[in-house]
């Protein structure tokens, strides 16, 4: 069983930056393939991005646009999305994710493992 536990979110401004980190415990992280989601309310839960288990390759949601980056450190058991110049309608409830191998790593349904998430709110 893993556990995950985002922290990092809070309240910013728009154009400014927040470092989301998932801490993982309860397994061996660096055979996890992980992932970010976020839910704002009233919507679905969204891609933001994800990372493959060695962090060799990394994918992002249509909407990140290069804003944010997605990474890891298998030493530390804890994934990182480093967000910058976010948006007001960044606004969410970011969740981190894990799964041994989802095959379709934007969908949610594929990832086993979640985080409580950690609100991000971007004031304009």
């Known amino acids: 069983q893993v556990q995950l536990v985002e922290s990092g979110g809070g309240l910013v401004q728009a154009g400014g930056s927040l470092r989301l980190s998932c801490a993982a415990s309860?397994?061996?992280?660096?055979?996890?393939?992980m992932g970010w989601f976020r839910q704002a309310p009233g919507k679905e839960r969204e891609f933001v991005a994800a990372i493959s288990w060695s962090a060799d390759r990394t994918y992002y949601g249509d909407f990140v646009k290069g804003r944010f980056t997605c990474s890891r450190d298998n030493t530390k058991n804890t994934v990182y999305l480093q967000m910058n110049s976010l948006k007001p309608e960044d606004t969410a409830v970011y969740y981190c994710a894990a799964d041994r191998n989802p095959v379709l790593y934007g969908s949610s349904r594929r990832y086993r493992y979640w985080g409580q998430g950690t609100q991000v709110t971007v004031s304009s």
């Open positions: 309860g397994g061996s992280f660096s055979n996890y393939f």
